[in-house]
C-alpha cells in the first residue's frame, strides 16, 4: 500500500524554518551571518554547515558591549552597529573573508537594526552581498538621531530616563559610538 501522507518536519510544521530558503544557504558554501534581534539585545553569529550540525565560527552579542563602556540600550541601531563591527573583528582573526546574511524568518525592513549590524560586519572587513540603499546612513549608524531627539525633548520622555542614570547624556552618544567602535578595534584585533 501507498502512502498517502508524509508528516513534514517539526520545525517547518511550526514555522519555525524556511527548508528552501536554507538548502539555498547551505549550497552557496559561504558561511552565513545569522542576524536575530530582541526589543533589548542583538545577537550575531557566522556559521558554517557541518553534517553534524551548524558550526559556529564567531559569535557576539550586544551584551558584550559592556565590557568596552557601552552602558545605555543595546537594542538600538548604534549598539547593533558596534555588535557587528564586534562580530566582524572577531570573525577577520579567525580569516574569515566573507559571508552571506541569514535572516532567518524576520522581514526584510530597509534601515533596520540588522542592517546597522550588517554595515558594522562591512566596515570591520567582512564581506557581505547586500544593496547600499538598504542599509541605515552614517548619522543612525553613530546615534545623532538619539542626540538630536533628546535635545529637542529633554530628558523627560520615559523612553529616555536610563540615559540619566547611567550618566551618560544624550548627545554625547555619537562621540561613545566613535570611542567604543576603537576600543574593539584595538583589544578584540589587538591593534
Known sequence: MKQRYTVPLKRKRLGRTNYKKRIKFLKSGQPRLIARKSLNH??????????????????AHSKELEQFGWKINKGNIPAAYLTGILLGTKAKKKDIKNAILD??????????????????????????PVAAEILPDEDRLHGKHIASYCTHSGLKSPAFSHYGEKSVKAEHVPALVDEIKNQIKKKVAGG
Open 103 to 128: 535572516l532567518g524568518l524576520q522581514t526584510s525592513v530597509k534601515g533596520s537594526r540588522v542592517y546597522a549590524a550588517v554595515k558594522g560586519c562591512l566596515d570591520a572587513g567582512i564581506e557581505i
Open 42 to 59: 542583538m545577537s550575531l553569529q557566522i556559521a558554517v554547515f557541518d553534517t553534524k550540525g551548524d558550526k559556529i565560527i564567531a559569535s
